[in-house]
């Protein structure tokens, strides 16, 4: 099902060129408007092939969105959801955590990429000269950097495209947005020197690895059919 899911994607992507620029605009919010619904990854781009084939469709013919969808573009989208099974509860769960695996797994990379022990050890492990592994130092500030990014990553994520119709809520998004951001910075200023963990860098490679495969396999299990 995931490569399924990929190569409608490809296609979807690719059709998506030919919608005029005066429909680009509503079409973006329809489709992420619909990437905030309950739907599977899969049944979201079947649906958005429905949706690119009608605008192609209406562009042919010379009509307007609004000829053919109406005004309420929510409305519409809301009852092409209602139209089609939702995930379960276990599921959503599975495709959370999945996201937070996914967050994790890509902050714990930047972390061991940019790590003066890492470049320093790398030549050394490839060339066979490598004695004891070096620590990577994980700080306070990490930790709370880390709960933020993953914290935006669900749930302003989840906000713009539950308010893609509505620009006042997308304002409220982007101040959430600009205190996270203020939050990042005071944490690595003022945290970034009390270390919580010490952990051998193969350690954190390892790490890193399963949580990417755990993320796979979640987002397998809460996009299944």
């Known amino acids: 099902m995931y490569q399924k899911r990929k190569e409608l994607n490809r296609e979807n992507n690719t059709l998506d060129k030919q919608i005029f620029a005066e429909n680009q605009g509503v079409f973006t919010d329809m489709i992420c408007y619909l990437r905030g619904s309950s739907l599977s990854a899969y049944d979201q781009e ?11 469709d209406a562009q042919e013919r010379g009509d307007t969105l609004s000829d053919v ?4 573009y929510k409305a519409f989208c809301d009852e092409i959801i209602a139209s089609l099974p939702h995930k379960s509860a276990g599921r959503r769960a ?4 999945g996201i937070v695996c996914l967050a994790a797994a890509v902050l714990g990379s930047i972390k061991i990429l940019l790590s003066p022990s890492f470049l320093t050890w790398l030549p050394d492990f490839l060339t066979g000269r490598a004695a004891a592994p070096p620590y990577l130092l994980f700080s306070l500030g990490d930790a709370l950097l880390c709960a933020a990014i993953l914290t935006a990553s669900v749930l302003v994520v989840e906000q713009i495209v539950r308010n893609a119709f509505d620009a006042e809520k997308d304002k409220d998004v982007k101040a959430v947005c600009t205190a996270l951001g203020a939050s990042l910075c005071l944490s690595l200023l003022w945290l970034g020197e009390i270390v919580l963990l010490r952990v051998p860098l193969p350690a954190a490679c390892a790490a890193v690895a399963a949580l ?10 809460g996009n299944r059919p």
């Open 46 to 56: 079947r649906v958005r092939r429905d949706l690119t084939e009608m605008v192609l």
């Open 69 to 72: 969808i109406g005004g309420d």
């Open 94 to 97: 599975a495709e959370y955590g």
């Open 212 to 221: 990417y495969l755990l993320y796979r396999l979640l987002d397998a299990a």
